[in-house]
């Protein structure tokens, strides 16, 4: 069998967790069946990450140079769709690469698998950031799902999404294989020579790791709920820290947001961390080990793998009830999950984000105030990682996704 993989990240441009979940379930894939990724960003060299054989990179279309993202993203996607002829199924993932997979799979008759890790009618703010070229994306991605073989959520919640903003999909093609971790990859330090190794990097971005922590990692954009948690933080205890591994903002409004919120939130307590720089791995594994808990405010989180990857180094995880996230999250076990009601206009914003806050405060001081408590939830969650949510099972559910098409009668 041979599947073509279409995904705009790819190591070495991974930008967020569908990039980290092509990449590691290609890895695992290449081990059962022939692997061919088609990514962005350009050619790969050999050798270099991302440069393993069978991975072609597409650079962007010099002709649609100083066009709206959102066409010179689908340049890109004609090119892919013209190369996966041989391959026996085509596999998707977001709406950068869906439309490569829909039209190549209609070019060359064959099935397309799509894998959905977030949607683009639940991310309207997108507006601010590709204009007209939102309604493109958008368009781009019903297209594929509605023509889809199948389709993979990476939660019950969000497939659940899918089928209320795709109601017209067969339930039966849309099914749920969870995002995984590697396991080996992330974990805490533990003998001597890594632990001095994670001190020295911790002390050098400037925290303390006698001190208590609260730590966040992702993008700055408006669906992982960064505004709300540097709100709420302002009223933790004085000496606990709060780590925000936070970059890549969306747009210029939501930079300038954050940036104002931090300000004012330095104005009001000391030992706030604000790393912007996407850190290497054993850098943000020693940040994490670091830590006293993990928080994930998202108002739009289909899963999360960067939960999974905080529970894999040992944290417990206080998180928003919403998508995926209480898949992940055992609610007092490896963690507290933060009640929110959502208003229904697609934005994921809190009906009273003020309560949200003080629910997302309360969670969070419990927790941080309480060393053992997190200590155990943290063990609890590195077992329900290594329990649930290994690659190697993420690779088996897909290739009975994929062999299932392939067996089924073709319209």
Known sequence: ?????????????????????????????????????????GPREPGSPGGEPGVQGYAELAELAGANPALRTLGVDLAMAGDVGGADLVHSHTWYANLAGHLGGLLHDVPHVV??????????????????????????ERTAYEGAAAVI?????????????????????????????????????????????????V????????????????????????????????????????????????????????????ERLRARREGVVWISEMLPRPDLIAVLAAGTVFVCPSVYEPLGIVNLEAMA????????????????VDDGVTGLLV????????????????????DLLDRLTALVTDPERAREMGRASRRRVEDHFSWAAVADRTLDVYRAVLDAPRP
Request: aromatic residues 6%; hydrophobic residues 40%; contains cysteine.
């Open 1 to 41: 069998m041979r599947v073509d993989i279409l995904t705009r990240e790819y190591p070495p441009y991974v930008y967020g967790g569908a990039g980290v979940h092509v990449a590691e379930l290609a890895a695992v894939l290449r081990e059962r069946i022939d692997v061919r990724v088609r990514c962005f960003d």
């Open 115 to 140: 894998s959905a890790h977030s949607l683009e009618p639940l991310r309207p703010w997108k507006a601010e950031q590709l204009g007209g070229g939102y309604a493109v994306s958008s368009w781009a």
């Open 153 to 201: 959520a990476v939660s019950a919640g969000m497939r659940a999404d899918i089928l209320r903003v795709y109601p017209q999909l067969d339930p039966e093609r849309v099914h749920v294989v969870h995002n995984g971790i590697d396991l080996d990859s992330w974990q805490r330090p533990t003998d001597a020579a890594e632990l001095a190794r994670a001190e020295a990097t």
């Open 203 to 262: 002390r050098r971005l400037g925290i303390d790791p006698e001190r208590p922590a609260v730590v966040f990692v992702g993008r700055i954009t408006r669906q992982k709920g960064l505004p709300h948690l540097l709100r709420a933080v302002a009223g933790l205890p004085p000496e606990v820290q709060v780590v925000l591994c936070a970059g890549a903002p969306d747009t210029p409004e939501i930079a300038a947001e954050v940036d104002g919120l931090v």
């Open 313 to 328: 180094v040992g944290l417990p995880v206080v998180g928003s009830a919403t998508g995926g996230i209480p898949e992940v």
């Open 339 to 358: 009640p929110i009601e959502q208003v229904g206009d697609g934005t994921g914003t809190p009906v009273d984000p003020a309560r949200f806050e003080e």
